[in-house]
């Protein structure tokens, strides 16, 4: 089974609107992380944001937010007013907690696209 | 602070030849990790260092593939001979420790190898 689901391969938003890239996950674990990526046409990976399984409040990182559902085991990505600069590809990723070193297993990715 | 380094940004070979792709990571990070991105397979682990030593090398595909570290700021992933199914962004990520769920993996901006 996929670790990591993303549903979405594309998704378009009009400037200045908010957009959700929905991700969801498969763990048996009690314990680990979740991570957004974002991968600009120039192709570096830039860390956006972390949830942990503990937390209790959604994480926030200016625009960017995560819509953690652990019940659903759901951790969409939130991006309020979107700019022609947010239009990339998505990668969300997960951390399991078993202890030691566990790799980041990461989704297959949503590609967004800001119009004016 | 300068992120992770890699060169150079594209390679173009032929069957058949060595590749060399170089990394530096983040100043004062333990943990290097050498990653492979495909459209078929996404985003792959290919192996890791910790203090230089190679930890994990579970992810490398063939024999054909080596890595080494030989100090803190300096990394290389070899190919020889390169294969044309070996075509992909190969991309260095750095973190200053891991065992934690919160470690974030910092990425560099990928080398895209093409082999004729």
């Known amino acids: 089974a996929q670790k990591i689901t993303q549903t979405q391969p594309g998704m378009f938003v009009q400037e200045k609107e908010a957009v959700t890239l929905d991700c969801t996950y498969d763990t048996s674990d009690q314990s680990y992380g979740l991570f957004w990526y974002k991968q600009p046409s120039s192709g570096e990976m830039i860390f956006l944001i972390y949830q942990g399984s503990y937390d209790e409040q959604n994480a926030t990182e200016g625009r960017y937010s995560l819509n953690f559902q652990k019940a659903r085991k759901s951790a969409n990505l939130v991006i309020s007013a979107s700019q022609l600069g947010d239009s990339a590809m998505y990668f969300c990723a997960m951390r399991e907690g078993r202890g030691g070193f566990q790799k980041l297993v990461f989704g297959t990715g949503t590609r967004l696209l800001v119009s004016p | 602070d300068a992120g992770v380094i890699q060169s150079p940004r594209h390679e173009v070979t032929e069957m058949g030849q060595e590749v060399t792709l170089r990394c530096k990571p983040i100043?004062?990070?333990?943990?290097l990790f050498w990653y492979r991105q495909t459209m078929m397979r996404g985003l792959e682990l290919l192996i890791y260092f910790n203090n230089n030593v190679p930890i994990d090398d579970s992810g490398m595909p063939e024999d054909r593939f080596s890595a080494k570290m030989p100090n803190a700021s300096f990394s290389t992933l070899k190919i020889q001979p390169s294969e044309p199914r070996d075509s992909a962004v190969y991309f260095c990520?750095?973190?200053?420790?891991?065992?934690?769920?919160?470690?974030?993996?910092?990425f560099g901006p990928g080398t895209r190898l093409t082999v004729l």
């Open positions: 990520a750095s973190s200053p420790r891991v065992g934690a769920l919160t470690d974030t993996q910092y």
């Open positions: 100043s004062g990070h333990d943990y």
